[in-house]
């Protein structure tokens, strides 16, 4: 998303099939949003002022003049009401912007029992001694049995909380469920100063760099992209010591706020 435009109905329609798909229930707005669009988008189809070929060829030349004086009055019709129905899809996305910031509580609540038990096994793993340089040659020869399993179950529970990660990333991003930054603070807790938050957030983004990417069967094209850890960012957070949780919009709020507090106290006269 343009962060310098509001975000589109299309926007939120998609979280809502994300959401849905995930196992998650999104606002009821959304679903209200999309049957009203897609009424619209019937309502001003533009093929129903195509006239059929075979019908067309066998008009009379008067039928004919007719049926093109009526269809340039449908055409400007068209124009206009493609124009309106945009206007009306910007209402239907600030009514689900309104109805996902209100409802995150909730819908992050739900998530949490995922990202909770996923967030154990990283515990687990960071506990066993798993870190991003694991050699997984030598883990599988030499580990210990309960270091192996810690090692096999990381990998799933890493997708979960990426995948949860990226829900709620959308939650800030077109729906305003604070904070938009850092973004990190919707998922540590325990943070005590503007150092350590910072530092969460440097692990959090990880190392880019630039890499040939492949767009389409042919064309590679230059992008930044992080360079993957193993264990993800969630293992690397866990043995620098902080804590992963998955906070609503208030609670990431407050990990923020904390961190300010502590930046503004006066330092203590000797």
């Not at 009306?88 to 038990?117: H, P, Q, V």
């Not at 049995?145 to 991003?173: C, F, H, K, W």
């Amino acid at each position: 998303m343009n962060n310098l435009t509001a975000p589109s109905l299309s926007e939120f329609l998609s979280l809502g099939d994300q959401l849905t798909a995930a196992g998650y229930k999104p606002p009821a707005v959304f679903e209200k949003a999309r049957l009203i669009n897609d009424a619209m988008g019937s309502a001003i189809s533009e093929d129903r002022y195509q006239p059929d070929p075979e019908t067309f060829i066998n008009l009379t030349p008067e039928a004919a003049g007719e049926l093109l004086r009526n269809a340039t009055i449908q055409r400007m019709n068209f124009e206009m009401a493609r124009k309106v129905r945009g206007s009306f899809e910007d209402i239907l996305a600030r009514s689900a912007r309104m109805a996902l910031n209100t409802g995150s509580g909730d819908l992050i609540r739900t998530m949490r029992k995922r990202w909770n038990t996923a967030a154990a096994t990283v515990k687990v793993a960071a506990e066993a001694g798993l870190n991003k340089d694991v050699d997984m040659a030598e883990l599988l020869a030499t580990a210990e049995p309960s270091v192996i399993t810690a090692y096999r179950n990381l990998g799933p529970a890493v997708r979960t909380l990426d995948e949860i990660a990226s829900l709620r990333n959308q939650m800030t991003e077109i729906g305003g469920v604070g904070p938009r930054t850092p973004q990190v603070a919707a998922y540590v807790t325990g943070v005590d100063t503007p150092q350590e938050l910072a530092t969460a957030q440097s692990i959090l983004k990880g190392t880019v760099v630039t890499a040939n990417v492949q767009v389409g069967r042919f064309a590679n094209i230059p992008a930044r992209v992080p360079v993957q850890r193993f264990g993800g960012a969630w293992l690397a957070l866990v043995n620098e010591g902080f804590t992963l949780a998955l906070n609503d919009g208030p609670e990431a709020e407050a990990v923020v706020a904390a961190t300010e507090a502590d930046d503004e106290q006066e330092p203590a006269v000797a």
